[in-house]
């Protein structure tokens, strides 16, 4: 697997490099020193998972991730930091303590091994066309306050607009992320996510039921209840991708 | 000062309350005269200008810092001489209203009861004066210990960050291939810091010399860290190393230039550090570093809010007002620190 290690201090980045040197399975395929950097080399070589650091300078790991559009498959590693570890054990998402353990970086490879087995990636092989749109099967990084997730598209069931931020609804949560929803729309796969009015745009898979509403708009009710109005102006189109 | 005022409020209203009582009484035994008004006013005065004196002698001479033992034979030693004098002032006081009446006043009975009384007098001054300060003294030492606690705390939670110990490890690690002897040194720097922090508690000021010595371990280590990002640079007065100063006080200052200042700037930044000792004897303490304060209070980041006022507590409940601090941007890409602490002297030394 190909692997970005991102870290403002060069002997961190050092350490790191020494330790994954055992893995054969693992090729470095670049460093990053801050998020800026790390974004091009992110967009630029497409690696299937970047080690990264949280606290660096200006910007923090988390902040990178939020401005990424494709999210790779992120391992964290931080020397201290209450906030983000407690943000990662309520997600389970994997992190790595420095100085890093080998074992515990061993255990953090298998998993991400497995996981690289289990959905093999069709998406990733063509890194060079940059209107890659996010499908299904993507993942997006969302952090509100304390908690933070990596929430695959397909969880996702709503993103509702709210001033600047859009309010992503997946499980039980609603996180707010600092994006426009036109942006994201132009991002989104067109197949599975549908653009239903000015605020809301909708996953079609958690379509559970469709009505007539006034003025020859619809009401379509999500899996879990939420009832989102259609414009009339969408309507048309909306009823056309349904019945395929 | 406030403690001023009511020592002399004190001292007024206690002896002339002396007087007034014993004319009361004298009063309903023998009727008042103007001359007995006068002689009790007079011996009043006595009372209270020898015990003026005596609070000047216990002050200059730094009674307060003496054993127990020895505070209490210079005290009653101090009674003794005292009620001799108030008693031949008795005398000279009766002799100048002329009610002096020989045969009876100089009877030795007569004196030593005077003696007694006035012993008595000054006993119960003196109570209340040593009282008052132990009890002042031991509110001011309570509130100093939990203000130390706080710091303790916050300094646990925070200051010698476990963020800093444990980044600090992660470059020795990697240093232990790349260059062994640095490695090593490393090593003996991180364990004096951490040996200085647990020490340094106990203490409510140290030599100036032990808490920058841990300064520059601690910069060197960060150096090692940060590499051409921190540039450090030095600039310390002879003298300085005679000064005691309140412990992990420079070292907190410096750890959050790092923290706040230079970690978070990509090209990295500066560190200078000056000492120097002012006209007036006191030392002056600057930190000049890369960064800027962040203008809006509210939106702190997390920790960085206990350390300026614990620092500012601390300096008053050691040095009173004549120590300061500051900080302040500098331009638009400084943050300077300046700590003044003042010329010392032996009251400072009965830390415990």
Excluded at chain 1, 110 to 118: G, I, P, T, V, Y
Excluded at chain 1, 189 to 218: C, M, T, Y
Excluded at chain 2, 61 to 75: N, R
Aim: charged share 25%; proline share 3%.
């Amino acid at each position: 697997m190909r692997a970005l290690v991102v870290d403002d201090e060069r002997l961190a980045r050092k350490e790191l490099i020494n330790l994954l040197a055992n893995h054969e399975n693992v090729e470095i395929v670049g460093e990053a020193i801050n998020v800026d950097d790390a974004k091009e080399k992110i967009n630029n070589l497409n690696p299937d998972v970047v080690f990264l650091d949280i606290q660096m300078p200006e910007k923090t790991g988390f902040d990178l991730l939020e401005e990424l559009d494709h999210v790779p498959n992120v391992i964290f590693t931080t020397a201290y930091d209450e906030y983000a570890i407690k943000a990662f054990q309520v997600n389970a998402l994997d992190y790595l303590l420095k100085p890093i353990e080998p074992e515990r970086l061993m255990e953090a490879l298998n998993r991400l091994q497995k996981k690289l087995a289990d959905e093999p990636k069709e998406e990733g092989s063509n890194p060079l066309t940059p209107s890659n749109k996010l499908t299904l099967n993507d993942q997006v990084f969302v952090k509100d306050g304390d908690r933070c997730w990596f929430v695959k598209l397909i969880n996702v069931k709503l993103f509702e607009s709210d001033g600047n931020y859009i309010k992503v609804y997946f499980e039980n949560f609603k996180p707010m992320i600092h994006k426009s929803l036109n942006a994201l729309d132009e991002r989104l796969d067109q197949k599975s996510f549908f653009r239903a009015s000015r605020k809301h745009i909708i996953n079609l898979s958690w379509v559970d039921s469709i009505e007539p509403w006034f003025n020859g708009g619809l009401v379509v009710t999500l899996k879990g209840g939420e009832r989102i109005e259609v414009s009339r102006r969408q309507a048309a189109r909306f009823k056309d991708m349904m019945s395929l | 000062m406030d403690k001023i005022r009511l020592y002399w409020l004190l001292q007024i209203l206690g002896w002339s309350a002396f007087a007034f009582v014993n004319l009361f009484f004298v009063s309903l035994a023998r009727g008042i005269t103007s001359i007995q008004i006068g002689a009790y006013l007079a011996l009043a005065s006595f009372y209270l200008l020898s015990t003026h004196l005596f609070r000047y002698i216990i002050k200059v001479h730094g009674w307060f810092t003496f054993p127990l033992s020895k505070l209490i034979a210079h005290a009653i030693a101090g009674l003794i001489i005292l009620s001799f004098l108030n008693t031949v002032a008795q005398i000279l006081i009766n002799w100048a209203f002329n009610t002096l009446n020989i045969n009876e006043d100089l009877q030795p009975l007569v004196i030593l009861v005077n003696l007694f009384i006035s012993f008595l007098y000054y006993a119960l001054w003196s109570m209340m004066y040593f009282l008052y300060y132990f009890l002042d003294n031991y509110n001011s030492s309570l509130r100093y210990q939990a203000t130390i606690n706080e710091i303790k705390l916050n300094h646990l939670r925070n200051q010698l960050n476990p963020h800093f110990i444990f980044n600090a490890l992660n470059s020795v690690r990697a240093l232990v291939d790349e260059d062994p002897k640095k490695a090593k040194s490393a090593i003996t720097q991180l364990s004096n810091i951490l040996r200085y922090s647990l020490v340094m508690d106990k203490h409510k000021t140290i030599d100036f010399g032990d808490e920058i010595n841990t300064v520059f371990d601690y910069l060197n280590l960060e150096t090692i860290r940060f590499e051409e990002r921190l540039q450090v640079s030095y600039e310390i007065e002879e003298d300085a190393y005679d000064y005691k100063i309140p412990p992990m006080m420079l070292q907190t200052i410096v750890e959050n230039a790092i923290k706040h200042g230079i970690s978070n700037l990509i090209k990295g930044g500066t560190i200078e550090i000056t000492c120097s000792i002012g006209l007036t004897k006191d030392l002056y303490i600057r930190v000049k570093n890369s960064g800027q304060l962040k203008s809006s209070p509210s939106k702190r980041r997390e920790g960085s809010g206990h350390g300026i006022p614990n620092t500012i507590q601390r300096l008053k409940l050691i040095y009173g007002n004549r120590a300061s601090f500051k900080i302040s941007n500098y331009g638009n890409e400084f943050v300077v620190t300046e700590i003044k602490i003042p010329k010392q002297n032996i009251t400072l030394e009965l830390s415990e």
